[in-house]
């Protein structure tokens, strides 16, 4: 979370001569990082991020202690102002005559309340107000303010009744069941979830949602003459859960669901006491209601000197150490080279394990002190070997053969998904709602946004898709796709041509109908008898498009090519020109040609006329050269089956 | 002088290149006319040496000079108009995206200091990516990651599916795959959150690295994401560490670069010098555990970073909007 802090405020408890701007970059470097300083003209408002875990710091006073112990390490003289309340005349008891309460301990680990009697309400004075919109709250009237003022000052919030609605003096501090309604003072009216921490009165009503937002009912008004003033110590978990339930995110909620400090509470009420006679000319009882059961127990961490030192990767003075750890208000007690550490009560929350203690001396001792160095060590030699080198290879090669490479969004429309595609429980929108099964649609998709370019182009990407699997993760299927516009389907095919032929994998093609492809106008590609792909001429358009299984490529492409002996005998080469009757493959018929004799060792298709198709045929026999009665014998075998299987006759 | 007439003769009368050389080699080479005559100067009388010898040198230069001219006529008459500068025919460019051109990058400069790559799911279990992290259900450290939730039924031992938020959720399964460190791995993948503005786009990449074995400390985070700013960003860069908070890491960090803009001295770009990188720690117990590994015996650290963010900070890149790097205009992706 984000604070706001005035300088001349955090100067009511630092004494010291560092500029805003020293104050800053140092807390920075050993504590909650200064985001900004915004200047005024007397003064400086420092925008501070908090980390989730330090809540203590989330106050005025938490910067102050924070800064008292980082300063000094740069060589400024600092002083921490510890916050003086005169706490003599008053008394901390278990029974007032004022206030009968009933308190779930589970659920308010303390609980006090005072009564302030004949409060006027009127507007807070200038520097309260000035301090409250520093911070971004803003001033209302002065009861308001006060309590708005001690949660910014020390991190504990602070809620306000007025006491004469609350019926019969009387107060249950419970867990509310599903159902209850409860209307708070921003007027808003919530049926709880149930197990929220809600404060009933005498008369039964519901006149709190504790920890998060007082009730309307026993609301403070521009007509309240005595106030009940409120400093708990609630259940984190159970305020978490109601403020998300409700969507109800105050900055008291956002306190008390991080775990605030039970020692806090009894300065936070004397505080907000004393403001309340000097603002508001009340007078408080002399007596306050403390329900607290269990008060803290100091937290003991044990720590190594070795487990320090190695950590931090260098040495480190034992009483260095103490003296770090004793500006943050750590006692430190040695044993030898082991050390007992107690953790002050407002540490207790996320200080746990030696590490916790480890950071804090780290970080006071100053991490842009520590060296800096590569780990030595043994290298890991068992890698998962998924194919990253490979995939980089696929698209080096598509982007060499003139291929543009696009990523697209893995989340697609309903219309662009697949029948079992995964859906999104919480989308951005309908835009982004599935899952793909596909990259089709979004690289049609891509296509089509670039249609204003004149000139042909072909788009490609490798990304994942997502098949799901009852009960489990869905398989992350990494896929190969390429889009091709203003090419033929011929100057299409022979990218994958080009591509399995680097590979090394040899494919045939299978002609299939397939959802998205035009009628008739789609092949699957084949390796022996598997399936590695599909391509085809994309349904309504005429943009070619094809998509591979970049594993099963993998998989098939040979990790070593063989050295094969050149041989020393030429091939003959001739072409043959076929007049092919309408709506015969070129595929079967090269195939076919293919097969027939060990001593072709290739066919291909070189022109294409009409129907008049132009074969090339290397004719080769790697131990001897084939005399011309052996070649005419091969010819003559491939065209009587060319004529007999596919009527093919030999242009003359 | 006789031989003379007949070589200039001979070069006048010769039909192409070929039989110039030809000439040259029959009165100038090793055992040329002209080339015999020289060697037997020494064989005349003493007084005529000298003169003989000056003409000798006289009838070669003339006949070289001769040769060099008909050369030159031969060049001139085979000459035909040809212009050097017109434009060639270009095969087809294509473009290696900058993402992927990126992540081949940040492999490379990892993978020179014995970092394996691997890749996890980018479906993953709510487990993986939160509560082996130290970040059981409920805790408010997930609220900084705006999760997609998949709408299917939950594992009993795993919890929901959801889109990883970040390549965190790699760890423990690296952990668990490796069994006994050491650790370097970086994984590098697909991540999801639900926010979409000029820094943020709802499918963005991280990088993770995760280092376990005897004995890592501070010094060698430092010393390995030093070694990375410096490989990528530029020799000149320096990086510094300040505290943070995460719930997977203890200590935590934020890690700052110096600006590339101004150099480090601050400016608009930057806060008093330096820009945030991304987060970093020191592995928590707590996910050695969960990964298997004993944390009495070994530790480690880890960093994710945006490999969109890291881009973005490389000098002279100047793209506006992080939503812009995925748009599909050819008009974009033909500039790099």
Redesign the interface.
């Known amino acids: 979370m984000d604070i706001k802090i005035l300088d001349s405020w955090l100067r009511d408890y630092l004494k010291t001569s560092a500029k805003p701007e020293v104050v800053a ?1 140092y807390l ?6 200064v ?2 300083i915004e200047r005024l003209d007397k003064d400086s408002v420092y925008d501070i991020e908090v ?4 809540i203590d710091e989330a106050s005025v006073y938490g910067i102050a202690r924070e800064a008292s112990a980082i300063l000094p390490r740069f060589g400024i003289k600092t002083n921490l102002k510890p916050i003086k309340s005169a706490s003599s005349e008053f008394n901390f008891v278990r029974k007032v005559s004022y206030l009968t309460p009933t308190v779930d301990t589970k659920l308010c680990q303390r609980f006090t309340a005072v009564l302030i009697k004949n409060v006027k309400i009127s507007n807070c004075p200038y520097w309260m107000q000035e301090r409250l919109e520093s911070a971004g709250v803003r001033a209302i009237n002065n009861v308001i303010d006060i309590s708005n003022y001690i949660m910014l000052a020390l991190g504990q919030p602070v809620h306000t009744f007025d006491y004469d609605k609350i019926k019969g003096a009387k107060m249950v501090l419970r867990e509310s069941k599903k159902g209850e309604i409860v209307k708070t003072l921003d007027g808003k009216q919530f049926s709880l979830p149930g197990g929220d921490i809600v404060i009933e009165d005498g008369a039964g009503r519901l006149i709190d949602l504790a920890g998060i937002m007082g009730g309307d009912l026993s609301a403070v008004d521009e007509n309240t003459k005595n106030v009940l003033l409120f400093v708990q110590t609630y259940n984190p ?1 159970a305020i ?2 109601t403020s998300m339930a409700l969507a109800q995110r105050t900055i008291a909620a956002t306190i008390f ?2 775990g605030t400090d039970t020692e806090l509470v009894e300065p936070a009420i004397l505080e907000a006491i004393k403001l309340f006679k000097d603002l508001t000319g009340g007078i408080p009882e002399k007596n306050i209601i403390d329900i607290y059961p269990n008060p803290y127990k100091t937290k003991i961490v044990k720590i190594s000197l070795a487990f320090v030192e ?5 040495t480190i003075p034992k009483k260095d150490i103490t003296n770090y750890l004793k500006a943050l208000e750590f006692e430190c007690v040695w044993s030898g080279n082991e050390l007992t550490v107690n953790v002050p009560s407002f540490r207790a929350k996320d200080i746990e ?1 030696s ?2 203690i ?2 804090e001396i ?2 006071i001792y100053g ?2 002190n ?6 030595e ?4 030699t ?3 070997n ?1 194919e ?1 080198n490979f995939e ?1 290879q696929l ?2 090669m ?14 697609v429309p309903k219309e662009y998904a697949g029948e079992k595609s ?7 929108g309908t835009e ?1 709602e599935y ?1 793909r099964t596909s990259l089709m649609p979004s690289l049609i ?2 296509a089509i ?2 249609a204003g ?1 004149s000139e042909k ?1 072909h ?1 490609f990407e490798m ?2 898709v ?1 098949i ?1 699997r009852p ?1 489990d ?2 398989e ?1 299927r990494l896929t190969l796709s390429e889009i091709f516009s203003g090419y033929s389907y011929r100057e299409a095919k022979g990218i994958i041509e080009a591509l399995t032929e680097k590979l090394g994998i040899e494919t045939s093609f299978e002609s299939v109908e397939a959802k998205g492809f035009a009628a008739s106008k789609c092949a699957f590609i084949k390796c022996k008898n598997e399936e590695i792909g599909k391509i085809g001429v994309a349904e309504n358009s005429d943009f070619i498009y094809y998509e591979f299984d970049v594993a099963k490529l993998a998989k098939l492409s040979p990790k070593v090519v063989g050295f094969k002996e050149i041989s020393k005998y030429p091939a003959q080469i001739e072409d043959i020109t076929f007049d092919l009757p309408e709506k015969t493959r070129v595929g079967e018929v090269i195939k076919t040609i293919n097969n027939l004799q060990l001593t072709i060792s290739k066919v291909e298709l070189t022109d294409v006329y009409n129907n008049s198709y132009t074969f090339r045929i290397w004719y080769h026999n790697p131990n001897k050269t084939l005399t011309n009665e052996e070649v005419e014998g091969i010819r003559k075998e491939i065209l009587s089956s060319v004529k007999n299987k596919f009527g093919g006759t030999v242009k003359v | 002088m006789n031989i003379k007439n007949q070589a200039l003769a001979q070069i006048m009368a010769a039909g192409d290149a070929t039989e110039l050389e030809q000439i040259r080699i029959d009165y100038l080479g090793r055992n040329g006319k002209l080339t015999d005559l020289i060697k037997k100067i020494k064989d005349a009388p003493e007084e005529e040496r000298k003169q003989i010898g000056l003409t000798i040198n006289e009838v070669k230069k003339s006949v070289e000079d001769l040769i060099a001219n008909q050369k030159n006529n031969f060049r001139e008459s085979v000459r035909v108009w040809f212009d050097p500068t017109i434009p060639g025919i270009k ?7 900058l ?2 051109k990126t992540i ?1 990058e940040i ?1 490379q400069i990892f993978g020179r ?2 970092f ?4 996890y ?5 709510d487990w993986f990516a939160f509560t082996s992290l130290n970040m059981p259900e ?1 805790h ?2 997930r609220d ?1 990651w705006e999760t ?6 939950e ?1 009993p031992k795993y919890g929901k ?1 959801l ?1 990883t938020p970040q390549t965190s959720s790699g760890q423990v399964r690296e952990m668990l ?2 069994k006994v460190p ?4 970086i994984n590098i993948a ?1 991540c ?1 959150r ?1 926010q ?1 503005d000029i820094s943020h786009t ?2 963005f990449h991280q990088f993770e690295g995760l ?1 376990i ?8 985070l ?3 994401l ?2 990375f700013a410096k490989s990528f960003f530029g020799v000149e860069r320096k990086t ?6 995460f719930q997977f890491t ?5 890690v700052d670069i110096t600006c590339g803009v101004c150099g480090g001295k601050g400016c608009k770009v930057c ?2 010098g330096w820009l945030e990188l991304g987060g970093a720690g ?1 592995v ?2 707590n996910v050695l555990k969960a990964g298997k590994i004993d944390p009495k015996k070994y ?1 480690g650290f880890a960093f994710g970073w945006g490999v969109e963010r890291v881009l973005m900070m490389k000098n002279g890149i100047n793209i506006p909007d992080l939503r812009m ?2 748009s ?4 974009y ?2 500039q790099f």
């Open positions: 970059k920075s470097l050993c504590g909650p990082s985001e900004r980390t989730t875990n330090r978990v978490r859960k669901e991080k190695e950590r931090l990767g260098v394990t590490e916790d480890l950071e780290a970080r991490y842009h520590l060296p800096s160095k590569i780990m060590g043994e290298i890991p068992r890698p998962a998924p990253f980089f698209k080096q598509l982007a060499g053969w003139g291929g543009t490479e696009v990523y697209t969004l893995s989340l995964l859906k999104l429980k919480n989308p951005l982004s899952l998709l891509a946004q670039n370019i182009f788009l990304a994942n997502y799901p009960n993760l869905p992350e | 095969p087809k460019i294509g473009h290696i995206h993402i992927t081949e492999s200091i014995g394996e790559r691997e890749r799911p980018e479906v993953e279990w409920g408010p450290a900084e997609f939730f998949i709408d299917a039924p594992s599916i889109l795959r490796v050491p650790i370097r791995m697909k999801y639900r979409s709802p499918m280092v074995d005897k004995g890592i400390s501070i010094v060698n430092k010393g390995t030093d070694y510094r560490l300040r505290p943070y908070h203890e200590p935590s960090f934020e806060k008093a020191m928590h117990p530790s790097i995925y599909t205009d050819l008009r992706l033909s």
